[in-house]
T-cell receptor
Framework: DQQVKQNSPSLSVQEGRISILNCDYT??????FLWYKKYPAEGPTFLIS?????DKNEDGRFTVFLNKSAKHLSLHIVPSQPGDSAVYFC????????????FGSGTRLSIRP | DGGITQSPKYLFRKEGQNVTLSCEQN?????MYWYRQDPGQGLRLIYY???????QKGDIAEGYSVSREKKESFPLTVTSAQKNPTAFYLC???????????FGDGTRLSIL
């Protein structure tokens, strides 16, 4: 039973446009959400996070939106750049222990010229 | 340069053999973790340690063992009891609590 789902395994976006990556979750106990970015042959790197008490968090070109009633979060990248091509993992956590982090299966984002 | 070092990058194991994956961090983090990634799946937690000389099982600990004798090091042994060990293994560390994890570049383990 996947508690964190990224239903789109891949996404292709034109350079300069907006990339929207989606993530759905089922556990209402999750109180903190994270996005990680992963290049081939490298480990994931932390990108941005959001607490469940917020509905939006912004960091430069990256914005994460949280809709708790729909149990849905999204990552917006504007404008998309070639270096954004990577696999993006959504993760959700409840409590302060990292043992309670659940990762989604990832979405491969490709930015085309 | 602070970070997490996993070695080797690629590892091959014969059937019935144990193999140990190395993970070293110089970030002075208290907590360390091992994850497994299979194609089309998210990262799944194998073991984690929040302090030296202490560790707990994650969701898929069967067939694996760990030790945490030093703060900097958290080696993972894939034993012969692990029936499907072929995967990409990621080590991570954090300051614990709410802090995001820092990941190494992973070790890809294959069975000969």
């Amino acid at each position: 039973d996947q508690q964190v789902k990224q239903n789109s395994p891949s996404l292709s976006v034109q350079e300069g446009r907006i990339s929207i990556l989606n993530c759905d979750y089922t556990n209402s106990m999750f109180d903190y959400f994270l996005w990680y970015k992963k290049y081939p042959a490298e480990g994931p790197t932390f990108l941005i996070s959001i607490s469940s008490i917020k509905d939006k968090n912004e960091d430069g070109r990256f914005t994460v939106f949280l809709n708790k009633s729909a149990k849905h979060l999204s990552l917006h990248i504007v404008p998309s750049q070639p270096g954004d091509s990577a696999v993006y993992f959504c993760a959700a956590r409840w409590g302060s222990s990292a043992s309670k982090i659940i990762f989604g299966s990832g979405t491969r984002l490709s930015i085309r010229p | 340069d602070g970070g997490i070092t996993q070695s080797p990058k690629y590892l091959f194991r014969k059937e019935g053999q144990n193999v140990t994956l190395s993970c070293e961090q110089n970030l002075n983090h208290d907590a360390m973790y091992w994850y497994r990634q299979d194609p089309g799946q998210g990262l799944r937690l194998i073991y984690y340690s929040q302090i030296v000389n202490d560790f707990q099982k994650g969701d898929i600990a069967e067939g694996y063992s760990v030790s945490r004798e030093k703060k900097e090091s958290f080696p993972l042994t894939v034993t012969s009891a692990q029936k499907n060990p072929t995967a990409f293994y990621l080590c991570a560390s954090s300051d614990g609590g709410a802090q995001p994890q820092h990941f190494g570049d992973g070790t890809r383990l294959s069975i000969l």
